[in-house]
Nanobody
Framework: QVQVVESGGGLAQPGGSLRLSCAAS????????MGWYRRAPGKERELVAT???????RYVDSVKGRFTISRDNAKNTVVLQMNSLKPEDTAVYYC??????????WGQGTQVTVSS
């Protein structure tokens, strides 16, 4: 079994910042890619950011320059630092992990709300 646990999220004002953290544990020996999806109300799931085991990040265009993804391979953790938040960033954010098992594992989701 693989567990993916998220923390962070909450309420922020437009222009503010939030930090999401995610930790993977259990029966996974090599994690290739970690990242974050989000699902806003009435919209399809969207890949926000990913990071490889070599720490190469990728972002959806709408968050480039505002969000930063980083990971700690020794701890199997990934962090999404979200700055300059906009109301359209409001969504449930899900962490995922993909590794040697060939399966994707998901966190429970954490709500991010950007509102004044």
């Amino acid at each position: 079994q693989v567990q993916v646990v998220e923390s962070g999220g909450g309420l922020a004002q437009p222009g503010g910042s939030l930090r999401l953290s995610c930790a993977a544990s259990g029966s996974i020996f090599s994690i290739y890619t970690m990242g974050w999806y989000r699902r806003a109300p009435g919209k399809e799931r969207e890949l926000v950011a990913t990071i490889t085991s070599g720490s190469t990040p990728r972002y959806v265009d709408s968050v480039k320059g505002r969000f930063t993804i980083s990971r700690d391979n020794a701890k199997n953790t990934v962090v999404l630092q979200m700055n300059s938040l906009k109301p359209e960033d409001t969504a449930v954010y899900y962490c995922y992990v993909y590794g040697n098992t060939g399966q994707m594992y998901w966190g429970q989701g954490t709500q991010v709300t950007v509102s004044s």
